[in-house]
């Protein structure tokens, strides 16, 4: 089994390297270019095979010059990449987003990326397009794979020689069962977690081991290697990022490139002369520096300019993006490949110091934000540590089992008796400072309960929800709560109504549409979603009449659909006026609102619900502010920060004073 050079793989990785950036980029017309890194997964499986299979034959293999080539290939431009994210994340970003980069960083130092990013992936977690570092979760995955390979196939040569192919097949179709499974329960798990990925690494291993032994005909190869090409290339047009990726659909694009390697082994056809164009096999050879720089090339560029850029500006830092590889290939990776340029133990000596040169600051950045913040080095506004002060977890429904009483917290002034309740999803909890403010001023006391994505909605389903007890049996405990506490006279209902009623995200927002399920109809015969948040609403309203409560419903905040403390923060460090750039018209507020304020002022005439309107606070002018003499309004894109949630604290008088009138 002899390792020679083959122009057609490079010219592969070239497709594949082009695909991810065109789509990382969103230039239209990739929308499932993402594909790109599981056609990376099966080429570097069998490379790498090939490479240890002929060595344990030839009773030549070594771990530790296994190691050596691993770090050869992947350290010196990967450090080269991590301490310019360090330094360029050290001049852009605010604290919060500098420590959270500091962990990345030394999560890509150890390999273990796709875990960290699997575990930040939570509901208010940042935006992953504001990560520099997201992209390395592919490489984590590689290594982690190549940390416990080279073992399995030494122990079943050794041993089991003629049962080596069954032993990985019976790996492959494990991982792949359990990818196909994890999707359907939680996909961001499926994308991120090795276990769900390396039956990609594998079906290129078993193609390394078994090129060799099976002939197939010109004519068969040559039309196998066309199959695989529009197997590959499919995906990328056709799928988006709604697709339900990885487990099955990553399917063509794994085998398309198996199809690709094999059927171009012997045979001189379309494909191979196609892939081995001079220009193709140029961006393969410096695809890995391509993929490593790309993307924080990318995220910086879209930090700096808060909105999305523009044609120009793309083609601008695609450039960017394809100089700076080409520098890092030449000067990095080749001198770094070549044995003349360091032994094997200057090498391992080189990843020690790089790597200790970077754990260092990270370390400091990570643990002593503090340190930082008191040097003055790092803007960290006051906003930022409230934030965290105030984040009311103790009263969300974070429980797997249903506990005997909704978690609640207590607000106001505690020496009184509770006679208010604010209930509803994730914006329930960023109304609690304000509330606490207003309620400590009128001298009542009430209590706060949430479950994340889950309107106060009865017998309604969201999917997909992310609160751990379903949004249906949370609702009833709350009911259930309510009649046991007859002294609760007020509801103030808040939650995100209008994302549940129009069913789409907003402008630049990540996270996936709420789909609403009425649980009184059959799962076939569902109206549409408008008429099915009507339905629910008014079966919250009817309770709560019956119970003789008073209803106030906080009428939904502007969307922003832009993180605003990232783009507030690099505003005012380049002297930008942030409400200029962001902050919604009130016109588009009114529009993106219609229909919800039509069933609010529905709800007001048929079941007197009294409403509270915070965007007539935020929206004075004709834009809806997002941030005020410099202190930003909202936590993320759509929640209150603590600032915007005391600004907004005089509107809860009128509701108080009410209560301490009794």
């Known amino acids: 089994m002899k390792q020679t050079y083959r122009e057609d793989i490079d010219g592969l990785r070239a497709i594949a390297v082009l695909a991810v950036i065109l789509n990382h980029a969103k230039i239209p017309g990739f929308p499932g270019g993402y594909i790109g890194v599981d056609v990376f997964f099966v080429i570097s499986g069998f490379l790498i095979t090939k490479i240890i299979v002929r060595e344990i034959e030839e009773n030549q293999f070594s771990f530790m010059k296994f190691y050596e080539r691993r770090i050869r290939r992947i350290i010196p431009a990967l450090s080269a990449m991590l301490a310019f994210v360090l330094v360029a994340g050290f001049v852009m970003f605010d604290i919060n987003r500098l420590q959270s980069l500091a962990k990345s960083v030394i999560a890509a130092i150890l390999f273990y990326a796709n875990i960290n990013f699997w575990s930040e992936a939570g509901y208010f977690d940042a935006p992953s397009q504001l990560k520099p570092l997201l992209h390395t979760w592919s490489l984590a995955v590689e290594e982690q794979f190549y940390i416990f390979f080279p073992i399995i196939l030494i122990l079943a040569t050794r041993y089991t020689n003629k049962h080596k192919s069954m032993i990985l097949f019976f790996i492959f179709v494990c991982s792949l069962g359990a990818a196909a499974y994890q999707v359907s329960q939680n996909q961001v798990t499926a994308f991120y977690l090795a276990q769900f990925r390396i039956w990609e690494l594998i079906i290129g291993s078993l193609l390394a081991i078994h090129i060799d032994n099976i002939l197939l005909s010109p004519k068969i190869s040559n039309s196998l290697s066309i199959l695989g090409m ?48 001079p220009f193709l096999t140029f961006f393969g ?23 999305p850029p523009t ?30 340029f360091l032994n094997t133990k200057g090498i391992y000596r080189f990843a020690v110091i790089v790597f200790a040169i970077l754990m260092i600051p990270s370390g400091i950045f ?46 106001g002034e505690k020496s009184q008796e509770t006679t208010f309740m604010i209930w509803g999803d994730s914006h329930a909890p960023t109304f609690g400072k304000g509330v606490q403010k207003s309620a400590e001023e009128n001298a009542v006391s009430g209590i706060l309960t949430y479950n994340k994505a889950c ?89 709560l009449q019956s119970m003789g409560k008073k209803v106030y419903i906080i009428v939904p905040l502007p969307e922003i659909g832009y ?93 108080f004073k009410s209560l301490s009138h009794h």
């Open 366 to 411: 990570y643990i002593f934000d503090g340190f930082l913040n008191v040097s003055g080095i790092v803007g960290k506004t006051t906003s930022n540590l409230n934030d965290k002060q105030w984040s009311f977890e103790e009263c969300d429904v974070n429980l797997y089992d249903a506990p005997a009483e909704i978690p609640i917290c207590v607000l």
């Open 563 to 655: 993180d605003v403390p990232s783009a507030n923060y690099i505003a005012q460090r380049t002297g930008r006026n942030l409400n200029e750039i962001i902050a919604p018209s009130l016109r588009e507020y009114l529009e993106r609102t219609e229909k919800t304020r039509s069933v609010l002022s529905f709800s007001q005439e048929n079941y007197g619900a009294h409403l509270i309107e915070p965007w007539k606070g935020l929206c004075a002018s004709s834009v809806c502010k997002v941030s005020i003499d410099g202190n930003p309004l909202y936590k993320d894109d759509d929640h209150l920060s603590v600032f915007g949630s005391e600004y907004l604290s005089p509107l809860f008088d009128s509701v």
């Open 230 to 277: 529009v197997l590959i290339v499919s995906p990328i047009f056709f799928y988006s990022e709604h697709t339900s990726f990885p487990g099955l659909t990553a399917l063509p694009s794994v085998f398309g490139t198996v199809f690709v390697i094999y059927g171009n082994t012997r045979n001189y056809g379309i494909i191979k002369k196609a892939l081995e164009i």
């Open 455 to 543: 309107p106060p909605l009865l017998d309604i389903k969201v999917d997909p929800q992310h609160g751990d007890i379903s949004c249906d049996t949370y609702n009833n405990m709350v009911i259930q709560y309510l009649r046991n506490h007859p002294e609760i006279e007020s509801v103030i209902l808040a939650s995100r109504l209008t994302i549940y009623l129009e069913g789409t995200t907003y402008k630049q927002e990540e996270g996936i549409n709420p789909k609403l399920f009425d649980l009184k109809i059959g799962f076939e015969g569902q109206p549409t979603q408008e008429v099915i948040f009507r339905e629910g609403l008014e079966r919250t309203l009817s309770a």
């Open 311 to 340: 044609l120009i500006e793309n083609l601008y830092v695609l450039s960017l993006i394809f100089f700076t590889s080409i520098l890092s290939w030449k000067f990095i990776e080749t001198p770094f490949r070549s044995k003349s």
């Open 285 to 307: 050879k410096i695809s890995y520096s391509l993929y490593l720089w790309h993307w924080p090339l990318l995220v910086f560029t879209k930090y700096y300019l808060i909105t």
